[in-house]
């Protein structure tokens, strides 16, 4: 038996009724209510979002350069220079690090975010490669590869402890799954709802996959009747899996069994300031997605928000 891979997310929600969910134009921001949608700076092109209490973490797939931004007053600052090549997923751990997907470089960093520090870096992969996501358990990072029908795990050491730069496994997936040409394939990652394996979406398919990070074996997810086309990035809160269809511009709600080996749908999150987001984040009782706009053509002057709905 597995050891359970023991998340730094946590908490739980209600499974709903199944329904079309359409969210409440974003409000004015109030003394007593966050703002609703978040300015990111104009030609960032975001992707990836992380939080930790009142802040969000964004990486821009242009340059590398991570945002925070204070989730209360909407202010952001840059953290995180520019690297010239992309930061994609990101995740924050208790111990205040950004662990962030390098995209087309083949490589992770680790980021401080009280300073921007750069703590470690790792080449996984070189050319064709695409490191997406990532998701954080008790004793590893793993990361997908968009271009390669693998994950990256990155163990940590005692109390988190970073690995030295080669320290790095690649967990080649098999069994159910299989990569199709090449477009983007594996997206985003959760851990399933009883931490003993991990689910990863499939974006040309649309298709949930259980896999063992132990052995790399790969299950379909049963989710009867849909198919997460276009699917992206990936949150799990107790038993509730979050899927964001990027292009779809919604977020499918699945309520998992334990194992994380099928589910239903229960709901379809959608809001009109929705703009092709691609991942989310829990924070303040409320879900963020930053809006990636992949439809509108990118300028140094083209305007990015992330905006905020209610979690169901």
Avoid: C, W
Avoid at 88 to 96: A, E, H, I, Q, Y
């Amino acid at each position: 038996m597995n050891r359970p891979l023991r998340t730094t997310l946590g908490g739980a929600l209600t499974a709903v009724m199944l329904a079309t969910v359409a969210v409440a134009p974003a409000q004015a921001h109030s003394a007593n209510r966050p703002p609703a949608v978040l300015a990111l700076p104009d030609g960032f092109q975001p992707e990836g979002i992380a939080t930790a209490g009142r802040y969000a973490y964004f990486g821009s797939r242009a340059t590398g350069a991570i945002q925070r931004v204070d989730l209360v007053t909407g202010r952001g600052t840059t953290i995180g220079a520019a690297t010239g090549t992309p930061s994609l997923g990101l995740k924050v751990d208790p111990r205040g690090r950004l662990f962030v997907s390098g995209g087309t470089a083949g490589d992770a960093r680790v980021l401080d975010t009280r300073t921007g520090e750069v703590l470690a870096r790792y080449q996984f992969a070189t050319a064709p490669t695409f490191v997406n996501d990532v998701v954080l358990t008790r004793d590893a990072a793993y990361f997908t590869d968009s271009n390669r029908p693998v994950l990256y795990r990155l163990p940590l050491g005692r109390r988190g402890a970073l690995p030295p730069a080669d320290a790095f496994t690649t967990i080649t997936l098999t069994g159910a799954y299989e990569q199709v040409g090449t477009g983007v394939n594996l997206n985003g990652i959760a851990t399933t709802p009883d931490g003993r394996a991990l689910i990863v979406v499939q974006s040309t398919t649309g298709t949930l996959y259980r896999v063992d990070p132990a052995t790399g074996a790969s299950t379909v997810v049963d989710v009867p009747g849909h198919t997460f086309t276009n699917g992206d990035g990936l949150l799990l809160l107790g038993r509730t899996l979050y899927v964001v269809q990027n292009r779809l511009n919604q977020i499918a709600v699945v309520r998992l069994n334990h194992a994380g080996t099928a589910g239903a749908l229960t709901s379809i999150i959608t809001d009109p300031n929705f703009d092709v987001p691609t991942t989310v984040a829990k924070a303040l009782g409320r879900l963020y997605l930053p809006n990636a706009r992949f439809t509108t053509p990118p300028t140094p002057t083209t305007p990015y928000t992330a905006v905020a709905v209610r979690a169901h």
